[in-house]
């Protein structure tokens, strides 16, 4: 498509003349680069929709710059054509694995060259189109700076909460990459963790991407990241995105148990949300940590209007009033100290179903519905001003 933006990186000047003269003879808005470094730099003033980079450049070859793209939020589902002399099998499978999308070999055949470019300008260009079909699903955070505060069980009980009404509408996407355990709250462990989408190459289709979807009893769908702490590396920031465009697609709201860091990861879905509950209990470790979370998320320009501070664990009066001195203001929602929520982790059962009726049951229910509230007038207020 005319004025779609491809930066070039090749050290070669010829090589990068030759493809400038083309692409742009083809109706390509072209930047050139004679290095890594060079590509890296310009990628931060302005993202391309694609990148093509040869493989040995001085400086920062192809393949650390393919690797480096990444491993960022902001660059990791830019298509990276790469370009080499080097034909070999395992000089291919090493782009590959850094991440390449396709890989032509030199001299460059510029007709399979620009056929190659179309179909990954479109294929992104589909996935980009497909988010945007329908009103896509409340993306709702659990975030905490401390480990311990209940932000996996929180997360999945307000999901089955939410999904009393329609519960093949609601996800859970556990994006703890080393420890998640949110399969074990639900006992459903029959799909394959994300980690392992790192074997597949080439596009994921939805048939592809349903063995790694687990449908719980009750309807509602979870994707997990990984199971296996060794493993955590192969959960790719692709991966992530993926995951989140999928699920809110099919569901009308997906609940997002984060792991306590501001990793690469974890700004994906941030930057992808809808709200952010920020957790934490009365004790002063975890309170400063989840102040820091908010800081965090006002230094990364995410709206305080879209922040939710839930302090759960609450035990009495005196808890509230130390909350509500230390974050100047009282929290957005309260969750007592329920007992049963250990005994219903132990059973591998979320509370609301193991003890319906009950008045933790009923918080639960009352704070998942304030927060699937707050996510619609933040998404319709969204689409007024687009």
Known sequence: MAGEKILIADDEPHVRKLLERY??????VVGLAADGLEALELVRQQTPDLVITDVNMPNMNGLELTRRLRTSHKTALIPILMLSAQKQETDVLAGYAQGADEYVGKPVELSILKAKIEILLRRAGQATAATGEARPGRVILFIHGKGGVGATTLAVNCAVAASSQSPERVGVLDLNLAFGNSDILLDVRDARPLAELARIQGEIDEATF???????ATGMRLVVANREPEAAELVSLGAVRLAIERLRRRCDYVFVDLPANFSEH?????DNSTLACVLTTPRLASMKAARECMEILDKI????QRVVLIANQ??????????KTFFRQPPDALVDRWQQFEFAADAGTPLVLKFPGSEAATQVTTLARTLCEAADEISAE???AS
Do not use: K, P
């Open 314 to 323: 609450v035990a009495d009066q005196a808890e509230r009033e130390n909350l």
């Open 210 to 216: 349903d063995s790694f979807v687990s449908a719980h």
């Open 382 to 384: 969204s689409a007024a």
């Open 301 to 304: 320009g995410y709206q305080r």
């Open 266 to 270: 974890t700004l994906i879905a941030v």
């Open 23 to 28: 692409l742009s003879h083809h109706g390509y």
